[in-house]
């Protein structure tokens, strides 16, 4: 998110704030055991791809850094998603809510 900032303040794409303090926030909640976490990384990294065509179009190797990153971390935060159903309702449970 700062490097973001610093590309900002230099004419770049405030995308990269946005997306830094969306995957911060997403990760905070998940250490927390929340799987609105999860979703708020999932949402960032949905928004991600027409951010990144819209900036190098379909050129596969302008891609390619924009989008491998974002989608590996993608792929095991959908794989943490049942482990933080379990923590968040067994936080539940514990506080009597559920």
């Not at 490097?3 to 990760?27: F, P, Q, T, W």
């Not at 979703?39 to 491998?68: K, M, S």
């Amino acid at each position: 998110m700062i490097m973001g900032a610093e590309l900002a303040l230099l004419g770049g794409s405030v995308y990269y704030v946005l997306a830094g303090a969306a995957i911060i926030a997403g990760g905070v909640l998940m250490l927390m055991g929340s799987v609105s976490g999860a979703l708020l990384y999932l949402l960032a990294w949905l928004l991600t791809w027409p951010w990144a065509l819209w900036e190098v179009g379909f050129d596969g190797w302008g891609l390619l850094p924009r989008l491998l990153g974002p989608t590996l971390i993608a792929v095991l935060v959908v794989l943490t998603i049942p482990v933080l159903r379990r923590a968040q309702k067994t936080s539940l449970v514990r506080k009597g809510i559920a």
